[in-house]
């Protein structure tokens, strides 16, 4: 399970992500409500989902490293304790998600 910390964590670090899209997308999406300031929510989930991604094969590359004995181990260590956290964090967006569509559908018409 995510702590409070990790998730607010992660949160902020979402928040980088969706700051440096909005500087650097000329369009909004309807997603968004069209203002400027939100920034792109397509673009800042890609680029996310992109981060979490170079996260796991970095933990990858560094657990092989590691395997083949060309690797400092407190690298390899923090590589997969990030790895880690990173998968923590996209399980527990995903099961949010998940439970937010799941309420949805409940809603009576």
């Known amino acids: 399970m995510v702590s409070i910390n990790e998730a607010v964590s992660a949160y902020s670090q979402l928040g980088g992500v969706a700051g440096k899209a909005a500087g650097t997308s000329g369009t909004t999406s309807p997603v968004s409500g069209g203002g400027g300031e939100g920034g792109d929510f397509t673009q800042a989930l890609k680029e996310a ?14 657990s092989f490293r590691a395997a083949t004995g060309n690797a400092d181990m407190n ?34 018409i």
């Open 49 to 62: 989902t992109e981060g979490a991604v170079e996260t796991m094969r970095g933990g990858e590359e560094q």
């Open 75 to 108: 690298e390899v260590v923090m590589a997969v304790s990030k790895a880690e956290l990173t998968l923590q964090t996209v399980v527990s967006i995903r099961d949010k998600a998940v439970q937010a569509y799941q309420d949805i559908l409940r809603m009576p």
